[in-house]
């Protein structure tokens, strides 16, 4: 081979090298997982991660107020299940949906075992002790699950629905239900924080996974421990239940240890606007693409007004991620990616 073609062909297999190393480098700045870590839950991973495809089709199993309304004005069989603390001015004793059973988020566990029917005197938030009824859960009709804004709304029935239950989120909580119990902000009490527009991080991703995602009834006893577990101490900046506040989150980025920010919206609305150097992974794709989670760091996880990132925390909880979410989603981050429809004025009802 002649010098001048053997020099270019040494040239042109460095080039190739080279943009091999450059192409594995980006790849590694964006794959900060890798190795998945291990689920204390004991949960494999293979059904759990078809859940997000699957919800996918199906409104992300989440039910408006006005579908829900129709289903109870219809006489549709549905067991609603409030997870709110009891007391206090938006807890469930000062308003709920009629007929809601109000089963305090950190003690569904217990509610999701329980065999029989029976009323305990348990402790609650504010050192207070309140009965609560529980009771077993149906398994062939609806459960619409619901919390102040649906965070603790949505985690709980996306667990239900990995064990086979018939389960639902009510979308924006019990603040959709009325004005009563409405605790969203109003647009002017957002504080805008920066956003970053365009593309950003928008890696390559493998096409969603479907199919049986459902683990089984008997795997309850194995998950019970989620909901206690919200009581553990938490990182600086990060409350119950595994959320972080915008505020909270600024802080953080700019930290020695920032969390990966996952941002769970579709490419067009993260290209609107979106927290600077978050990771655009829609909701359907995340299971697909666990490979891009790390595996140590926190991941904070981002959707438009927190119901899916909600439902998204939950599964990653049960497979061994530090999965937060932020609190109330992008629109109190910023305004300008937008607000909570008004409530509707469906009835309200005191006491226990």
């Known amino acids: 081979m002649p010098k001048i073609l053997r020099r270019w062909w040494i040239i042109g297999g460095l080039a190739i090298v080279l943009a091999m190393a450059a192409g594995w480098l980006f790849s ?17 991973a293979a059904k759990p991660m078809r859940y997000f495809g699957d919800a996918a089709r199906h409104h992300d199993y989440q039910i408006t107020a006005q579908t829900l309304h129709q289903w109870l004005a219809s006489g549709r069989p549905v067991t609603m ?7 206090g001015t ?5 308003g ?21 029917s029976y009323t305990k005197i348990v402790a609650v938030d504010g050192g207070v002790m309140a009965p609560v009824h529980f ?22 029935p996306a667990i239900l629905r990995l064990l086979g239950y018939q389960a639902y989120g009510l979308k924006d909580g019990v603040s959709s239900w009325s004005p009563l119990l409405n605790v969203w902000p109003a647009p002017s009490q957002v504080t805008n924080l920066p956003l970053t527009q365009g593309s950003g991080d928008s890696p ?12 089984g009834f008997s795997w309850a006893s194995k998950v019970k421990n989620y909901w206690t577990n919200l009581n553990r101490t938490y990182p600086a900046g990060y409350s119950r239940p595994w959320t972080i506040s915008p505020q909270a989150l600024l802080a953080a980025l700019s930290g020695s240890n920032p969390p990966q920010v996952i941002d769970l919206r579709s490419r067009a609305n993260f290209a609107q606007g979106h927290i600077a150097d978050s990771i655009n992974i829609p909701f359907a794709d995340l299971g697909a693409n666990l490979s891009l989670l790390s595996s140590t760091r926190q991941v904070v996880l981002v959707s438009r007004t927190l119901q899916d990132s909600a439902q998204a925390c939950a599964v990653l909880r049960l ?3 530090h999965a937060y979410v932020l609190q109330r989603g992008i629109v109190t981050w910023s305004s300008i990616l937008g607000t909570i429809p008004a409530p509707h004025h469906y009835p309200v009802v005191a006491g226990p």
């Open 319 to 321: 497979l061994g991620y």
């Open 204 to 215: 390559h991703l493998n096409a969603p996974v479907t199919g049986n995602d459902v683990l």
């Open 96 to 116: 709920h949906i009629p007929g809601a059973h109000n089963i305090p988020l950190q003690w569904f566990g217990t509610e999701l075992t329980a065999t029989h």
């Open 90 to 94: 938006e807890g469930f004793d000062f």
């Open 81 to 87: 299940i409030d997870v709110r603390q009891p007391s």
């Open 28 to 44: 590694r700045s964006i794959k900060t997982g890798g190795v998945r870590p291990q689920s204390s839950y004991g949960i494999p």
């Open 135 to 156: 009771f077993p859960l149906p398994r062939h009709t609806p459960i619409v699950v619901m919390c102040y804004d649906g965070d603790g709304g949505e985690m709980t």
